[in-house]
Structure formats: structure tokens, C-alpha cells
């Protein structure tokens, strides 16, 4: 792989507004539509307005699986909205997280990799005197810079990094708005968020100095 892309969306699900999503299946009814929309989001700074062919898109086996509608809507969904997006599949593909069984497992692991790092880094770490919070340490501290980079430049068009518009965060929504409100939407996604893991630290070096 000669480019890894990445784009990390957090929701804040207490500011979001119940009456919009199935009450009888919240967590899947905000789950479906914001994985479509973080698609099509991360396709479109990635490639901007080129044509863009999707093969195959892959998700770890779960309850998504045997819902309805998530195999096949968001990309019904997609390929009806977007013109220059071309799909060469109808349905999201399964897999397990054993690359023993098939190989492809290994993007699921890269991803939960990253990502547990990402979570960590803002929540900080639980027990961070247990022996499994120091043998996070090291690739924390490695990931780290990259992560402070993504949260406070990631749209710097003077920005000499290279993973610009490659490797993003977000966060939505900041606020609580009413469903009717005009401010819905605008400029409720941010980047910017405290990372507790480095807090913390810094807490540690002055506690020890």
C-alpha cells in the first residue's frame, strides 16, 4: 500500500436529536447514516471531482451486517447522488478480523490499530500504570505529533504536510440544535478537540520534576 487514507468522524451523540433517528434502533440509525456520509466526505478530499472507482467496500462483521438496509443503501445511496462516483459493487463485504482466513482482514486490523491509538490519545488512557497502558506508550508517542497536526491544520492550504487532505478528523455536532433550526448544519463540524493522553503527561512531568 503506498498511501494509507484515513478519515476519523466523532460524534458527540448527546448533542444529536433523538426525534431524527429510529428510537427503537438509535445506535444503527446514526451509525448508517453518518458511515455514508463520512464516504462521501473522505472520497471528495481525497479525489476532489475526478471519477472515482469504488470496488469493494469492506466493514468488520457486526450487527450492521444483518440490518436491512446497510448492506446495500449507502451505496444505492451514493452512486444516485454523486455522479462521479462508480461503483463495481452493490454490497458492503464482511469480513472477520482473522487474516489467516482471509488476507484482507489485515486493512480491518490496520484501521482498529489507528483508530484505538486516535481514541486514546483524546480519552487518555484508563489505567495508565497498568502494564497494557505502558505498552501503548510507545506507539501513542510515535502518533501523537500526527494527531495534533490533523486537529489543528487540517485545512491549512499553506500546510507543508504531507498527509493534507489524506489523513483527516472531525468531530460533529458542537452544539445542540433543534432540527428545524437554519444553524443545523453550519459549521457544526470542528477539528479541534484537548487530548487527554498529553494532559495527562504533562500533569505527570511536573508532578515528577
Known sequence: MPKF????????ESYLS?????????????????????????LKCFWGNN??????????????????????HPIDKLQNKENNFKFETNEIQ????????DGKANILQLCDCFLGAIV??????ENPESKKSQNKNELLKLILPLCERMMNNPENPKSSYQHKNRIMIRFFPKK???KNSIQRYTNQFYTKRKLKYKEDKDTQLRIDF
Do not use: M
Request: with cysteine; hydrophobic share 30%.
Open 5 to 12: 487514507y484515513c478519515y476519523i468522524l466523532g460524534l458527540n
Open 94 to 101: 464482511f469480513l472477520g478480523k482473522d487474516h489467516k482466513i
Open 176 to 178: 445542540k440544535c433543534d
Open 51 to 72: 471519477e472515482i472507482v469504488i470496488k469493494n467496500i469492506y466493514h468488520e462483521q457486526g450487527q450492521q451486517q444483518d440490518h436491512t438496509y446497510f448492506p446495500w
Open 120 to 125: 486514546n490519545l483524546i480519552h487518555g488512557l
Open 18 to 42: 433523538d426525534d431524527e433517528f429510529d428510537a427503537k434502533n438509535k445506535f444503527n440509525s446514526i451509525y448508517n447514516r453518518f458511515f455514508r456520509s463520512a464516504i462521501e466526505y473522505s
